[in-house]
C-alpha cells in the first residue's frame, strides 16, 4: 500500500500563495491517478483537484479552478498543489489521496480513492 505525506500547508492572508507537497512510498507511484481533497470544520470532504498517472488530465473543482494547479512528478514520487490568490473559504485540512481507478466521474469522488495522507491545516485570514 502507498504511504502519503502532505506538508506545506500554513496560516497566510488573503491572496497569498502556497505550495503543498505529497510524498509517496513504493515504487509503483507512476500506476495512481492523484487527488487532492478538502475538508473544513463542521463540513464533509470535498473534491479539490486530480491528476491522472502521466499528468497529462487534470479536473479542478470549480471553487478552484484558475487559482490551484496540480502537478506531479513520477521520478520524485510527489505529487503538488500550487495555490494562488488564496481566500479565507480555501481554509480546510488538505489531504492527499491515490487511486486506481480513473475517469471524470470517479475522480472527483473520496470513495474512489484508496490511500490517504493524514493531512495539511492550510488556514487563510483576512
Request: some cysteine; charged content about 15%; overall charge positive.
Amino acid at each position: 500500500q502507498v504511504q502519503l505525506v502532505e506538508s506545506g500547508g500554513g496560516l497566510v492572508h488573503d491572496g497569498a500563495s502556497l505550495r503543498l507537497s505529497c510524498a509517496a512510498s513504493g515504487r509503483t507511484f507512476s500506476r495512481y491517478a492523484m487527488g487532492w481533497f478538502r475538508q473544513a470544520p463542521g463540513k464533509e470532504r470535498e473534491f479539490v483537484a486530480a491528476i491522472n498517472w502521466s499528468g497529462d488530465t487534470t479536473y479542478y473543482a470549480d471553487s478552484v479552478k484558475g487559482r490551484f494547479t496540480i502537478s506531479r512528478d513520477n521520478a520524485k514520487n510527489t505529487m503538488w498543489l500550487l495555490m494562488n490568490n488564496l481566500k479565507p473559504e480555501d481554509t480546510a485540512v488538505y489531504y492527499c489521496a491515490v487511486t486506481y481507478s480513473w475517469s471524470k466521474t470517479l475522480a472527483l469522488g473520496a470513495s474512489s480513492y484508496d490511500s490517504w495522507g493524514q493531512g495539511t491545516q492550510v488556514t487563510v485570514s483576512t
